[in-house]
């Protein structure tokens, strides 16, 4: 499992994909996850603006990120 540290939370389910480089664009990304393609947490999402949070575990094929907060103290 990779982790994936994000600054700011929530952000939106389809943010994390794109970002990732698991799809290629933000539409690609929207379309993945209407079809069911991708869990959050075990559970297939459809919200494509689903908001994501610290300690949730998104998977895409083969792909499995755990998203974990930057601490204030890490990032100065």
Request: aromatic share 4%; proline share 1%.
């Amino acid at each position: 499992m990779r982790q994936v540290t994000i600054t700011v939370e929530p952000v939106e389910l389809y943010k994390i994909l794109k970002f990732e480089g698991l799809v290629t664009n933000g539409g690609e990304a929207k379309a993945v996850i209407a079809n069911g393609e991708v869990r959050v947490n075990k559970v297939v999402e459809t919200q494509k603006r689903k908001k994501i949070v610290a300690g949730d575990v998104v998977e895409y094929g083969k792909e499995k990120l755990q998203i974990v907060l930057q601490s204030k103290n890490a990032a100065g």
